[in-house]
Structures are given as structure tokens and as C-alpha cells.
């Protein structure tokens, strides 16, 4: 699954990172980012950790990118 993340969006709560250690991770403001890059948009792998990180972000900062067909 692909996930795309909107910093401006991000209140820093922390959700993401507890739900989904090994995927997201903090820049030193606090600011939601993947573990292993600077992208806005990854393909992470298809865990319940991963969606109920998405699911529990309360404003939406992370965000499922639907495919294209």
C-alpha cells in the first residue's frame, strides 16, 4: 500500500509512530515522517500496524494514495 503523508497536517501526537514503529518516525520539530526517508509518498508494506496508523491519525496527515487504473 502506498502512503502519502501532509506535514501541515501533523499536530505531532505521536499516534502514527506508536501504531507503526518501523515505518514512521519524527523530524526534530516533531513532524510525522517515514523511518527510512525524506519522501512524502511510500509504499509501505500491507500491515494492520501500517493501516491502523493511517486510521488513527486525527487529522488526517497520513493518507492512503488509491491506485490508478
Known amino acids: 500500500m502506498k502512503i502519502k503523508i ?3 497536517r501533523c499536530i ?3 499516534l502514527c509512530h506508536i ?3 518501523s515505518t514512521f518516525d519524527y523530524h ?3 513532524i510525522v515522517k517515514f523511518y527510512t526517508t525524506e519522501a ?3 509504499e509501505v ?3 494492520a500496524e501500517n493501516m491502523q496508523a ?3 491519525c486525527p487529522t488526517a496527515a497520513l493518507q ?3 491506485e490508478q487504473r
Open 28 to 30: 526534530d520539530n516533531g
Open 12 to 14: 505531532s501526537c505521536g
Open 6 to 8: 501532509v506535514p501541515e
Open 19 to 21: 501504531k507503526s514503529p
Open 45 to 47: 508494506p500491507d500491515t
Open 40 to 42: 512524502l509518498e511510500e
Open 54 to 56: 493511517v486510521k488513527s
Open 64 to 66: 492512503l494514495v488509491k
